[in-house]
């Protein structure tokens, strides 16, 4: 049985509204996902913006790749989907955006959530764990999301990877960490033969080959938290830390993931755009982006 999808106009998807293929979304590999869910928020607010701010700013973006020497999308073709009515309650706004990705890869496509707060990342990774026994999670992150839920809601975004690790098969190596709790670190402690992290402040003794290792031939599926960046370079975040990563260093990881495991589904989530500031928008766009070329077009210049 087949799925009709709602498609976004050409003018109004992922990417310039003039590029070749803007106007056939049928016939696109990628299927952007914008899911502006913002439920548990502890701090800043403002991640129900931000797909809606990543899209726009996404049309400013060249199409040509410098890295890669072409215009990637070519190889795979995008399309957005328009964003739903979100349900209030978490548990139901999962279960939403758990039958939109199973749709688009039942339709044999890639999906690309764009949140949204961080926990829609255990909503977004159900059809994966069915498909797929042996997946293993990349996540991208200041912070460790390993608490058993947050302020009496146990799908806050501050438990979002223990909700992912609620499926037995799933395995995590988290990247950037820099803030967790003493029940994160000995739930960790307590974790590590499914679980590997690689706090930030190890970053200048971090072996790339090393960390990405557990990815190597396997399903992946890649969640980046944008505040993975550093605070200074990314302040339009929920939380923005100290200490994180440059934006060559997040390319860097996710250029080498993309080469050693076989990704089979992305999201970005926790950008909250703040209103005038339109290069943490850019940003976004530019890294949303670039997943999808690394992924879906490969990383050597051509």
């Known amino acids: 049985?087949?799925?009709?999808?709602?498609?976004?106009?050409?003018?109004?998807?992922?990417?310039?509204?003039l590029r070749a293929d803007a106007n056939t979304p049928e016939a696109a590999r990628a299927v952007v996902i914008p899911f502006g869910l913002e439920a548990s928020v502890s701090y800043?607010?403002?991640?129900?913006?931000?797909?809606?701010?990543?899209?726009?700013?996404?049309?400013?973006?060249?199409?040509?790749?410098?890295?890669?020497?072409?215009?990637?999308?070519?190889?795979?073709?995008?399309?957005?989907?328009?964003?739903?009515?979100?349900?209030?309650?978490?548990e139901d706004a999962l279960g939403l955006l758990?039958?939109?990705?199973?749709?688009?890869?039942?339709?044999?496509r890639f999906p690309f959530v764009i949140g949204g707060e961080h926990s829609l990342t255990p909503g977004a990774i159900r059809p994966f764990v069915r498909r797929h026994p042996d997946l293993v999670v990349l996540q991208l992150d200041a912070h460790a999301d390993l608490r058993d839920g947050y302020l009496g809601e146990r799908y806050s975004h501050a438990a979002a990877m223990r909700r992912v690790l609620d499926h037995d098969g799933v395995s995590l190596v988290q990247v950037g960490i820099r803030a967790l709790c003493q029940d994160e670190a000995d739930f960790y402690d307590a974790n590590r033969h499914r679980?590997?992290?690689?706090?930030a402040v190890d970053r200048p003794r971090w072996d790339i080959e090393a960390m990405l290792a557990p990815l190597k031939g396997r399903p992946v599926y890649i969640t980046v938290d944008i505040d993975a960046l550093d605070g200074?370079?990314?302040?339009?975040?929920?939380?923005?830390?100290?200490?994180?990563?440059?934006?060559?260093?997040?390319?860097?990881?996710?250029?080498?993931?993309?080469?050693?495991?076989?990704?089979?589904?992305?999201?970005?989530?926790e950008f909250a755009p703040i209103p005038g500031f339109h290069a943490y928008d850019a940003l976004a766009a530019h890294l949303a982006s670039k997943m999808l070329n690394y992924v879906l077009s490969g990383t050597r210049r051509r």
Do not use: C
Request: proline share 9%.
């Open 1 to 17: 049985m087949s799925t009709t999808f709602d498609y976004l106009p050409g003018d109004e998807s992922f990417l310039d509204p």
């Open 44 to 90: 800043g607010g403002g991640t129900k913006a931000g797909p809606a701010a990543i899209l726009a700013a996404s049309h400013q973006l060249e199409l040509f790749d410098e890295e890669l020497w072409r215009e990637p999308y070519r190889d795979y073709g995008i399309a957005a989907l328009r964003e739903p009515e979100i349900p209030p309650r978490i």
């Open 98 to 108: 758990e039958t939109t990705v199973e749709n688009v890869l039942a339709a044999g």
């Open 195 to 199: 679980t590997s992290m690689h706090l």
């Open 232 to 269: 200074s370079s990314m302040p339009a975040t929920g939380t923005p830390t100290p200490g994180g990563m440059t934006y060559p260093d997040l390319l860097m990881i996710l250029r080498r993931a993309a080469e050693v495991g076989h990704v089979v589904g992305m999201d970005l989530v």
